[in-house]
């Protein structure tokens, strides 16, 4: 059962009074043998990119996510057949040994999510596309009524789904994507966090009638303002109707290198800083166990960072954020920084940053203050990307394609490029890209000019080309 919480941050450590960190009560699940939520460690997760009907290649790549220090392994389940392989992956591990819980990860297909629950320890849902139809950017409208209606449908398939679940000890995760909203959600409240909201709201609703409690949720956006403001207000709505299940923190989409884990700590950090978040992801385009060591940083950073934020939010001037920090490892320097001032930038406290480092040169330091500046969506020095993380839907060679892409467009300055595996979260989380190269089909691209396709299921041999073709063309305009 939910256990009523004391305190519950929404917006900074100042809600505190003395500016300590302390975490945000929320109930405990029960994932197989995990726990989460409540007085348990926040956990580290990441998700296969291995095709779920592989089951060898599927189980090899989960045994490194745990070597690495993974706690939950999440693979897509896009239809029947994948759901049903998730049986044999989940023997051959346990046979192996190998007890971590899986996850798994629907989109579009309920029945899908019905038969996934029968083997996997925890069952994605997305709002967004789990009974509504995908997003395809018209404009609705409804009567009272009609979204009544609406909302009754999704209750009513909702429902047999949760019952599954109860029967068979199966967890779930709510997990809003902002590149994946209805139309009707859009509809009434627009591209908003309070849209993004209320998209969570409608299921958790359901959840709490029915009294189903073995509950995660998240709400993610590759955009770090969307992100952290969202789940802020998310958790001041739960507070309003009385529910305080573990949230699962990530911004999907970050990209790789050094900018995706900058992006990462900015937006998660934000929230861990604030005592907000039970379990993370930081999603990279790499090797799904690369994000482990970063996830496990960002917790093992949390004190240290919530100390540094509150010292620059007390020496804030001039418009500038001062981070003084000492820390000799350049990697970490980088997290850490990221994750004690993201906040003041996302809350837009100051817009310039000035860190001091007596380890490293300051011509450094400079380029490091402008890549969290871009991170918190503050300023834009260089070409950003979009780049989702890849997984078992992803219909070309992801990372080959991100380096051709970014070496051919590295100069473009200010320029955001979306660089998408599949459509599941393509023209949505590239909303406020200006170019998009999604993944259409095995072997097949589609071009975006931000939310509109130009160009579709061109061969994948001529879409970086044909991408830089259009970005030239409209340059000439």
């Not at 007890?99 to 849902?125: G, M, Q």
Request: aromatic share 4%.
């Amino acid at each position: 059962m939910n256990t009523k919480p004391t305190d519950h941050p929404t917006s900074g450590l100042s809600d505190r009074g003395d500016g300590n960190y302390q975490r945000r009560k929320s109930s405990v699940v029960r994932i197989g043998r995990l726990l989460m939520g409540g007085d348990n460690p926040i956990r580290v997760q990441s998700m296969t990119t291995t095709n779920t009907n592989d089951t060898q290649a599927c189980v090899e790549q989960t045994q490194r996510i745990v070597e690495a220090g993974g706690e939950l392994v999440r693979l897509t389940t896009q239809g029947l057949r994948e759901a049903e392989n998730l049986k044999n992956i989940s023997s051959e591990l346990r046979a192996q040994g190998v007890d971590v819980p899986l996850a798994a990860d629907v989109h579009f297909n309920p029945n899908v999510a019905d038969v996934a629950a029968l083997y996997a320890e925890k069952v994605r849902i997305n709002p967004g596309n789990y009974v509504d139809p995908a997003r395809t950017f018209r404009q609705l409208e409804y009567t009272d009524e009609q979204y009544a209606a609406e909302l009754l449908k999704i209750e009513e398939r909702f429902v047999p789904f949760l019952r599954i679940c109860r029967q068979h000890h199966t967890a779930i995760r709510i997990g809003v994507n902002h590149g994946s909203l209805s139309d009707r959600i859009m509809s009434r409240y627009g591209d908003t966090p309070e849209g993004i909201v209320e998209s969570c709201m409608e299921f958790l609703r359901i959840c709490q009638r029915e009294q189903f409690d073995n509950v995660v949720i998240s709400i993610k956006a590759s955009n770090t303002v969307v992100m952290v403001r969202s789940v802020r207000l998310l958790v001041a709505a739960m507070d309003a109707e009385d529910m305080h299940y573990p949230l699962h923190l990530g911004v999907t989409e970050a990209g790789e290198g050094e900018d995706g884990r900058i992006k990462s700590a900015v937006g998660i950090g934000a929230l861990l800083t604030e005592g907000i978040g039970d379990t993370i992801r930081v999603s990279l385009s790499e090797e799904p166990e690369a994000e482990i060591p970063v996830a496990r940083q960002l917790v093992e950073s949390i004190e240290e960072c919530a100390r540094l934020r509150k010292q620059a939010e007390a020496t804030i001037a001039d418009d500038t954020v001062f981070l003084n920090i000492d820390e000799p490892r350049w990697e970490l320097l980088q997290l850490k920084a990221a994750m004690a001032v993201g906040a003041l930038f996302i809350d837009q406290k100051a817009h310039q940053l000035t860190i001091c480092d007596s380890h490293f040169d300051q011509d450094r330091l400079v380029r490091l203050a402008d890549d969290i500046l871009q991170a918190a969506r503050i300023k834009f020095v260089k070409t950003e990307y979009i780049s989702c993380p890849g997984c078992g839907r992803t219909l070309y060679d992801l990372r080959t394609t991100i380096a051709r892409i970014k070496a051919a467009t590295a100069h473009l300055q200010g320029l955001k490029i979306g660089i998408m595996g599949c459509i599941v979260n393509g023209p949505g989380e590239m909303a406020d890209a200006d170019y998009g190269y999604v993944g259409a089909a095995r072997g097949k691209i589609s071009l975006y000019r931000r939310k509109e396709c130009v160009e579709k299921n061109i061969p994948e041999e001529l879409a970086v080309e044909k991408l830089l073709q259009l970005i030239e063309k409209d340059k000439d305009k």
